[in-house]
């Protein structure tokens, strides 16, 4: 059984994906600040996402999912409350 909360779960893909330490993830963690983050990247942190809080994001949401602080507000939308 899992019982991580859903932020902690939030953090964990971005910690996966960018291979950076939870500490580093804040509002200005974004595709113009992470070297890194390119289109691949941004599409496993969609997958994941979706993954781990049972969604599926439509292509405007993907596009959308540039910074851990859209992603927030993105899955937001999607009634996850982080």
């Not at 964990?12 to 330490?21: A, L, N, S």
């Not at 990247?41 to 994941?48: E, F, G, I």
Request: charged letters at 25%; a negative charge.
């Amino acid at each position: 059984m899992n019982d991580m909360t859903n932020l902690e779960k939030y953090n964990q893909i971005f910690t996966e994906v960018f291979g950076v330490d939870e500490s580093v993830l804040n509002d200005d963690f974004c595709k113009d600040t992470v070297s890194q983050w390119d289109s691949v990247h941004q599409l496993n942190l969609v997958s994941l996402a979706e993954e781990a809080f049972d969604i599926m994001l439509d292509p405007e949401d993907i596009m959308g999912f540039i910074s851990y602080a859209a992603g927030k507000e993105i899955l937001k939308n999607q009634d996850v409350d982080l």
